[in-house]
């Protein structure tokens, strides 16, 4: 039977507009990051302004007026109101992270600069906040996501929040020293040398960079000279006195009836004139108008950095950084690498600065970018829920959190899945363009970068996808592992002898220790300490590496520390476990909490010949040095 159905297909995904800088402003960071908060949360009730209700998660007060802000007005919240809204707020570790998730509904419909909806095609914009003790770093990103056979262009629009911020005298945003305000760095002397190398050099630095040079001189159009024409016949093997003088002899040769001859007098003015005309000095080289580099920083203000460079400093620069630009011309860097050089003049200026924003606006689509510290929401969640682990919950709590984790992995995996698509499909079109290029004889450099890029970033989100998976194989795995742990103290050992047999020895004297132990006692805790000492054998047992270790310590930050040379020479006789008459001295431990808190202490050691862990005392404290409990 044939179905008639609408086929599904795959989706590709990449970013757009990116941005990362952190705040210029003397206000205190904690100030700081509340404005920039309020200002993304008023920059999305204008974007919701046409809803009849707005969520009571988004009312809070103006940027101007952060001041009557309240702890209780700021929270996680998730709306999906027709469009979707999600946001992790982690007040202790000074992270805040905002997404939301729009479909394509077309620009300016109506009108002249109509742009039709492309079916198919959704955004997700993304705003991050991290607060420092100085400063706030803010990251803002925006990301299409459309069907993989797709070709209709894809504008990059800046979200104006950055624009916003960037103009609020109370935030402001700086990177690498330069200030994103609109305005062009102008280097004219070794300072702003020092300025302009900054970014430059900088690996963090992900903005394109636009180098425009100051203009050359237009030799001037002389009104009628003889000394331009001296210089003319001069070329012929005549001078400018031979030529007068030959000119003078073929009219005194003329017998024209009624033309009177020259006197003297006349001849000898005739000469001064001439004397004096060729003694007008010439006009001097006068300067060409120079490309509108303010409007060029204005218009990619959180695009691009625009550094103009006066004509002394040209020489400067092909000595300090190998750039070997000249007057009239304008350079565009993207990673550190020439990816455009054209020249301007007065005649195509007008088109040509549109052509060069467009093009730095755009160079931020698809290309690599760093983000400092910034935590964008997917991977926000995945650290509060890292947080949340650590809290003292119930193990059904924790099981909800690991489902969660899941979960939240799950969609990085998909959303990794959708970026391979786009970078296949890239990279299809790569050798397309590669055979294209053979064939030409003058090769497109930015061809090549373009190559270079997609295929890092490939390789880039192949391995994340890989890693992304075996998070999730891993955390799978232990959740099922989890579901089996012990409630009860007295079923404690019972479990590690039927569980880790093959990696540890249980010591009589730490089961003793076990059923003596009446303080309170955090099961689920000292559990997890021995699945991880479990693997530690693992891995000295030469089974996993130690990133694979690493992961089991993830929960409750175990790690394996020594006892103390001194504690051992005090205490030695407290730090013996004895296993069939054999003695063992318990030189290592995992500790979690402290004295005054739920604590838990597992004292260990290995044995060389079988490579096992053996328990020699645990859940609480032995004596130290120092003291006894």
């Not at 899941?406 to 590669?434: C, F, H, V």
């Not at 192949?462 to 409630?487: G, H, M, W």
Request: proline letters at 4%; a neutral charge; glycine letters at 4%.
């Amino acid at each position: 039977m044939a179905y008639m159905t609408t086929t599904l297909q795959p989706v590709k995904s990449y970013p757009t507009y990116q941005f990362h800088a952190f705040t210029a402003s003397k206000l205190p960071s904690e100030d700081v990051f509340n404005i920039c908060i309020l200002e993304a949360l008023r920059w999305l009730r204008l974007r919701l302004s046409k809803f009849k209700e707005l969520p009571k998660e988004i009312i809070v007060p103006e940027p101007e007026n952060y001041k009557e802000l309240t702890e209780d007005m700021l929270t996680s919240f998730t709306l999906n109101i027709g469009v979707n809204i999600d946001c992790t707020y982690m007040r202790n570790t000074g992270i805040w992270s905002f997404k939301i998730f729009e479909q394509d509904t077309g620009e300016n419909i109506g009108t002249e600069r109509e742009r039709l909806p492309v079916n198919g095609r959704g955004f997700r914009t993304e705003i991050s906040f991290f607060r420092h003790q100085d400063n706030v770093e803010t990251g803002i990103k925006t990301t299409c996501s459309e069907p993989f056979d797709c070709t209709a262009n894809c504008a990059v629009f800046r979200p104006s929040v950055v624009k916003a911020l960037a103009d609020n005298p109370n935030v402001g945003f700086v990177k690498e020293g330069f200030l994103i305000n609109g305005k062009p760095m102008v280097i004219k002397n070794n300072s702003d040398f020092k300025k302009f190398e900054r970014i430059f050099n900088s690996e963090s630095f992900s903005m394109p960079i636009a180098l425009i040079a100051d203009s050359g001189y237009e030799q001037p159009k002389h009104d009628i000279n003889i000394s331009s024409e001296n210089d003319k016949l001069s070329l012929t093997g005549f001078k400018k006195s031979d030529f007068i003088e030959n000119m003078r002899a073929d009219i005194s040769k003329l017998n024209i009836e009624g033309l009177p001859k020259e006197s003297d007098d006349e001849k000898s003015k005739i000469q001064e004139k001439s004397d004096s005309v060729s003694e007008i000095p010439a006009k001097q080289p006068e300067k060409l108008p120079a490309f509108d580099y303010q409007y060029l920083a204005s218009s990619t203000m959180g695009f691009a950095v625009v550094c103009f460079i006066e004509e002394k400093c040209l020489p400067a620069m092909k000595k300090k950084f190998d750039v070997d630009i000249k007057t009239g011309e304008i350079i565009i860097y993207s990673q550190h690498t020439e990816t455009d050089r054209k020249s301007y003049d007065a005649h195509n200026m007008i088109n040509l600065k549109y052509n060069v924003r467009d093009e730095l606006r755009n160079m931020l689509k698809r290309s690599s970018f760093t983000f400092g510290n910034i935590l964008f929401y997917s991977d926000a969640r995945l650290a509060d829920f890292r947080e949340k682990r650590h809290e003292n919950i119930s193990l059904e709590e924790r099981l909800n959190i690991y489902k969660q984790e899941n979960s939240e992995l799950k969609k990085q995996r998909k959303e990794l899945n959708q970026q391979n698509t786009d970078l296949q499909i890239n990279a299809k079109n790569t050798k397309q363009l590669e055979k294209q290029v053979k064939k030409l004889s003058d090769e497109n450099e930015s061809l090549k970068i373009y190559i270079k890029n997609n295929m890092q970033k490939f390789e880039e989100r192949e391995l994340a996808y890989k890693k992304s998976a075996d998070i999730v194989d891993f955390y799978r795995k232990k959740a099922s592992d989890a579901v089996c742990f012990p409630t009860r103290k007295d079923d404690v050992c019972d479990w590690i002898r039927k569980k880790f047999s093959d990696n540890i020895i249980l010591a009589p004297r730490a089961e003793n220790s076990m059923k003596k132990y009446n303080n309170s006692l955090d099961i689920g805790i000292l559990c997890d300490g021995i699945y991880y000492l479990n693997a530690y054998a693992d891995y000295r047992n030469g089974k996993i590496n130690s990133q694979q270790l690493e992961m089991f310590s993830l929960d409750n930050n175990w790690e394996v520390e020594g006892c103390g040379k001194e504690t051992l020479r005090v205490r030695k006789s407290d730090y013996i476990a004895n296993i069939d008459g054999a003695p063992y001295l318990l030189d290592f431990h995992l500790k979690r909490g402290v004295s005054s808190q739920v604590l838990v202490r597992i004292y260990f050691c290995r044995d060389e010949k079988s490579g096992r862990i053996i328990i020699g005392y645990m859940p609480d404290h032995l004596p130290t040095a120092s003291q006894t409990t």
